[in-house]
């Protein structure tokens, strides 16, 4: 059983930065590692993700040159550095992981979740 946990969320003010982290207890291996955020009355939405060899990344558009994720491997941890916040970039966020090599957009393709992190950035 793979259990992840967020850290590094709070509260920033527009055009602040904070940086995210997941760390995963258990294999990680052969997978891809995800961010996903949630707004309050909105449905979850990918963020970006990454393969475990750290190669292949994929970003939103709406995050697109603010965000950067990156993995060690060697500590089992996931990163968001997110700089140039912007209100509309509070959410909860949640890390996750797929049992794939292969990105996906679809929160519903990824297996383990984390309980999630809030992040408020204010104007």
């Known amino acids: 059983q793979l259990q992840l946990v967020e850290f590094g969320g709070g509260l920033v003010q527009a055009g602040g930065s904070l940086r995210l982290s997941c760390t995963a207890s258990?294999?990680?291996?052969?997978?891809?590692m995800g961010w996903f955020r949630q707004a309050p009355g909105k449905e979850r939405e990918f963020v970006a993700a990454?393969?475990?060899?750290?190669?292949?990344?994929l970003y939103a558009d709406s995050v697109k040159g603010r965000f950067t994720i990156s993995i060690d491997n060697a500590q089992n941890t996931l990163y968001l550095q997110m700089n140039s916040l912007k209100p509309e970039d509070t959410a909860v966020y949640y890390c996750?992981?797929?049992?794939?090599?292969?990105?996906?957009?679809?929160?519903?393709?990824?297996?383990?979740w984390g309980q999630g992190t809030q992040v408020t950035v204010s104007s």
């Open positions: 996750a992981v797929r049992w794939r090599q292969k990105i996906s957009v679809a929160d519903n393709e990824y297996d383990y």
């Open positions: 258990g294999r990680t291996t052969t997978s891809v």
């Open positions: 990454i393969t475990w060899t750290g190669i292949t990344t």
